[in-house]
């Protein structure tokens, strides 16, 4: 594969997750961020997923036989195991992963970029338009988008046939899956060369053949985190009875509350603002079951949680206290 040199522009949840697996995958990483302030606050979020890693080799190489609960097929495969090894590559990725706020730098010698930023969708635009000047001809350009299109950003990056979706999941080194979704001007050669970055960073790639809001993923996903909220926003219930139900009832780790805090309070509240505008998100069977969400009484809920700080479990507190 002739990509070596893999910039990944934010450095949010799950932003950091993908520089650092890329890099313990081998690839020579730089994370650009927008300020000194925004490399203050990925440091940590960089020291943790160092620490996560090597807490979850040890856990790894405790066990006898394959165990779900534990097993991190992005750090390695059960049979080839090898625990000295992937210590190494931890420390390794730990040493070599880079933070910058020069972008033309950090762009120089970039075979792939994945823009991995907040749910707005002129930020994004405005991201495009900065890096295009700088990107090489032959750079495969993917975004991270939980929501948005790839088309409605494609015109705008300099290279639209380079460009498509790459959505992770949140915990990639454990919940290995990526989606991946081109649009109308995508070549096939950038959406093989996609799934060929993917699984060399030890990712399960699924195809998305049509364009679609919220993926394979999320659009399964979101309908259920919106059903919790609304239950607390609406006076309900409150937040551990709701997920208690959840887990109780079907057996699930965790319930919508829980992986709200997991995401981050940031994320929920710029889907809930996305989804209030995007048609065709919400099925008209679901809307008819379900609907109307009290959007408004999300977004001010949410809005509140974070102007407290209480941001997830990144700031300790969320719906649940993590301190």
């Known amino acids: 594969m002739d990509i070596k040199n893999v910039v990944v522009a934010g450095g949010g949840v799950l932003g950091s997750q993908i520089a650092f697996q890329a890099a313990y995958c081998g690839f020579n990483v730089t994370i650009w961020l927008r300020s000194e302030a925004s490399v203050k606050r990925c440091e940590p979020k960089i020291d943790n997923l160092h620490k996560v890693y090597l807490e979850t080799i040890e856990e790894m190489a405790s066990l006898k036989e394959p165990n779900p609960a534990i097993w991190a097929s992005g750090i390695s495969d059960f049979e080839t195991f090898n625990k000295e090894e992937c210590i190494k590559k931890t420390e390794e990725a730990y040493k070599n992963l880079k933070l910058s706020t020069d972008l033309k730098e950090a762009l120089k010698d970039c075979d792939l970029l994945v823009e991995s930023m907040a749910e707005f969708a002129d930020q994004k635009i405005e991201f495009y338009k900065k890096v295009a000047p700088y990107l090489n001809k032959n750079a495969l350009i993917l975004s991270n988008s939980s929501t948005l299109l790839p088309s409605q950003f494609a ?133 008819k079951m379900m609907m109307p969400y009290n959007f408004k009484g999300m977004e001010k809920l949410l809005k509140k949680y974070l102007d407290e700080g209480k941001t997830g479990v990144a700031s300790g507190e969320g719906f649940y206290k993590y301190k």
């Open 155 to 287: 015109k705008y990056t300099g290279n639209p046939s380079h460009f498509l979706a790459l959505h992770f999941a949140n915990h990639i080194w454990k919940n290995n899956v990526t989606e991946v979704m081109g649009h109308d001007k995508t070549s096939k050669e950038s959406f093989d060369k996609a799934f060929e970055f993917a699984k060399a960073i030890r990712m399960f790639p699924l195809p998305v053949l049509k364009e679609k809001n919220g993926y394979l993923l999320n659009s399964l996903l979101v309908p259920f985190l919106l059903s919790g909220l609304d239950l607390f926003v609406n006076g309900v219930s409150d937040p551990a009875s709701i997920d208690k139900a959840w887990t109780t009832g079907t057996g699930a780790p965790q319930g919508p509350f829980r992986i709200f805090d997991i995401v981050g309070l940031q994320t929920a509240y710029n889907i809930v603002t996305q989804y209030q505008k995007v048609p065709g998100i919400i099925s008209p069977l679901l809307k």
